[in-house]
């Protein structure tokens, strides 16, 4: 039997007035005047602050930031208590955080039936390691049937173990609230002590705001009030006047001027971690710029709910070089002086090459650090930087000073200079630091090792997209034909064009994300309805009339004495191992894709394929059971990370109240449901149940 899909033509939804392509007008950098002020309402809000074009208003547009400090400080009158409070102080050095599907196979070895904390962290060690994790849980299965967003946590056996391991190897846990789950069965507490509480049972560090510049007073309140506090972050700009009780946030969708601008939110409070993101996109580079001249981190979003968007080799060791600096300098970049588009020479900058510098106070005074990215798309070797260009309050005669690069890993001597500038070469879209240490100052324990480790890994110039292909799940032959006393439909060999319908979400189809390079998918072309038609080989197969009921499984259960190896979830509202009273001939449910194709191999079959199913629905004697469920199916996929099924056939129950639960409600044969598998028993659902088929030759 085979069964391929061919794509052969797509009806294109309407197209956004918006380009899908460039940043949206409120996604811009705003220019702060040099003179007079920033009304409020725009510079609590901006993203960025553009830097000037013209390297000659660099000064006074410096001037122009520390009085935008001044007055929002002011005006804010937050004595910053929430960034002393010991507990939560790792959020400052928070660099790297990785969002991870909880089902991403480099953590979840569906095989063992388990998690590998150690192995996921091996498996993405070429990203430079991660200091956080948000475990993305629910969304976009959640909505299946009626479950919460809490429930989709508290379902699944051995996750504080899974928190505890991330912990035992430093990297700190996130959790994410969905505030737009309202139309899923409501917890015992409001939101705000219902997430408290999970989280408190997991033990993880943190929440982040899904959908959300900023939590309520409620929802802060009770999560810094939680023993031990959690910190919040927000997805995308949160404002000045939540910056005070965020302490991390999302640079998400942030354009930059063309010389590296200043983030608004990490300006007003350097010790407000940010981590920069642009889900689509396959080159970070502009990303990664940004974060390093602000000193501010990376969200690593490898895997978007469940499209492959894998970085390329030059970014990822852009991410390793930078994280190696920003960890060991860590006190420099949150507690000195930044001088924002300094030092650089005329040359450096005809060049697209741009310097910010971070001079150390109190315990690294003497300390200086210049943050350096080449804009240009070729590696550059000239005259990048002059030490304290500026020289007002330079301290110490620079000449006494010894310099190392820390990027390339190399110490500095006269031979690196030309008159007054250090000669530093400078990769491709990517970038390097200087750290000078003056005379008379003791060197940082950290430098040395830091300069060694730079020396040890190599520049990587390949920008090609990592591609994977999901691959289908071949399905077993049946080995006999259907029993003679089976009712089934005969579906005859052929090659088809069939109608697919779907909903595109940020889960795609088969291949490939659904907006590749976009900025911001926006409706109508998000969650839009699509259409086009597949080129479909399908060999002569039976498929049964109805989906299996409740009587049938429980035969199958006294006959084998199946038993899962995890049996969570499994048969729920079943009474001391048999159907409730009156549901015999339902279909039976909270069963997951491993149990229906143990029953299909006790009566000789298997899973029909989508387009079997699809086939078989628009034959006379095709039904349906009742209540509808949607349909397991043998179209399974993996692409190594992500595992999914296409369902079938729709199900009576719809969740309602936001267009991100995923589809329910009967549909046509011709649709087909994307749904990612989880794992443990969180695939049973009381939505889905299954029919068999049996290869007729």
């Known amino acids: 039997m085979s ?3 061919t794509p052969v033509d797509v009806d294109e939804a309407a197209t956004n007035l918006l380009n899908p392509l460039v940043p949206r007008p409120i996604d811009l950098p705003t220019e702060l005047p040099l003179e007079g002020t920033l009304s409020p309402e725009t510079g609590d809000i901006a993203k ?5 074009d013209d390297p000659t208003l660099w000064p006074a547009w410096r001037a122009a930031l520390r009085r935008w400090r001044d007055d929002a400080v002011a005006r804010l009158a937050d004595d910053g208590a929430v960034y002393e409070r010991p507990e939560t102080r790792w959020t400052q050095t928070c660099f790297s955080v990785a969002l991870v599907w909880l089902w991403d196979e480099r953590l979840f070895d569906r095989a063992a039936g388990c998690f590998d904390v150690a192995g996921f962290l091996a498996r993405t060690a070429d990203h430079g390691g991660f200091d956080g994790v948000v475990l993305w849980h629910a969304y976009p299965v959640i909505g299946i049937d009626d479950r919460n967003q809490f429930d989709f946590y508290r379902d699944v056996p051995g996750l504080s173990d899974v928190v505890a391991a991330f912990h035992e190897h430093g990297v700190r846990v996130f959790l994410d609230y969905n505030p737009w789950d309202t139309g899923t069965r409501r917890a015992p507490h409001d939101d705000a002590e219902e997430l408290a509480l999970v989280a408190g049972e997991l033990g993880v560090d943190g929440v982040f705001l899904d959908t959300m510049k900023e939590g309520d ?23 000045n006047q939540r910056v005070v009780d965020h302490q991390l946030s999302w640079a998400q969708w942030f354009a930059d001027s063309g010389a590296p601008g200043v983030m608004r939110a990490h300006w007003l409070e350097r010790r407000h971690m940010m981590h920069s993101t642009r889900r689509w996109n396959r080159d970070h580079s502009d990303e990664l710029q940004a974060a390093f001249m602000n000193g501010t981190g990376m969200l690593v979003w490898d895997t978007v709910f469940g499209v492959w968007v894998g970085w390329n080799d030059r970014d990822k060791a852009t991410l390793r070089r930078m994280l ?35 001079d150390g106070r109190r315990a ?29 309050g330079a301290g110490p005669d620079p000449s006494s000073r010894s310099f190392a690069d820390v990027g390339s890993g190399r110490r500095l001597g006269e031979d690196d200079w030309v008159d007054d500038a250090l000669v530093l070469p400078v990769p491709a879209r990517g970038l390097t630091a200087v750290v000078g240490v003056a005379g008379g100052v003791d060197e940082p324990d950290w430098l040395e090792p830091l300069i060694a480790a730079a020396a040890a890994d190599a520049v990587e110039h390949d920008a090609t997209f990592p591609d994977r292909r999901a691959e289908r799940i071949r399905a077993v032959h049946s080995g006999r034909p259907a029993p003679a006393d089976a009712s089934v439909v005969r579906v005859t060999a052929a090659e088809r064009e069939l109608p697919l319908t779907h909903r595109r979400r940020e889960t795609g189809m088969y291949q ?29 197969v039976d498929v049964a009339t109805r989906e299996v009921s409740n009587a049938e499984y429980a035969a199958f259960l006294a006959a084998t004495g199946y038993r899962p190896r995890d049996t969570s979830r499994l048969l729920p509202d079943w009474i001391d191992g048999r159907p409730a009273a009156g549901t015999d001939e339902m279909p039976v449910v909270s069963i997951d894709l491993e149990d ?37 199916t043998e179209s399974e996929h993996t692409d190594g990370v992500t595992r999914f099924v296409m369902l079938k056939g729709g199900s009576d129950h719809v969740s309602t109240g936001s267009d991100w639960y995923t589809d329910g409600g009967p549909r046509e044969p011709s649709f087909s449901l994307k749904l990612l598998l989880t794992g443990l028993g969180v695939d049973r659902s009381p939505s889905i149940g299954f029919r068999v088929a049996w290869d007729a030759s």
Do not use: M
């Not at 920003?326 to 310097?355: K, M, N």
């Open 217 to 239: 007073s409620r929802l802060v309140s009770t999560l810094l009030g939680a023993h031990p506090p959690l910190v919040l972050e927000g997805e995308s700009r949160v404002p």
């Open 596 to 632: 229906a194709r143990a029953y299909a191999a006790w009566v000789g079959g298997r899973l029909p394929t989508e387009h079997e199913w699809q086939v078989a629905a628009g034959l006379p004697g095709f039904e349906r059971r009742t209540p509808l469920v949607w349909n397991w």
């Open 48 to 52: 960025v602050f553009a830097a000037p």
């Open 364 to 392: 690294l005074a003497g300390v200086t650090l210049w943050t350096v990215v080449n804009r240009g798309d070729d590696d550059v070797t000239l005259p990048v930087l002059v030490p304290f260009a500026d020289a007002a």
């Open 3 to 5: 069964d391929t899909t």
């Open 324 to 358: 190696r600096i920003q960890r060991a300098v860590s006190g420099l970049l949150i507690e000195g002086e930044w001088t924002p588009l300094v030092d650089a020479t005329e040359a450096a900058l005809a060049a697209g090459v741009y310097v910010s510098r971070f």
């Open 512 to 540: 490939g994300a659904p907006y590749v390079e976009e900025w911001k998918p926006l409706p109508p072309r998000l969650h839009d309805d699509r259409s086009e038609t597949v080129l479909a080989t399908v060999a002569e």
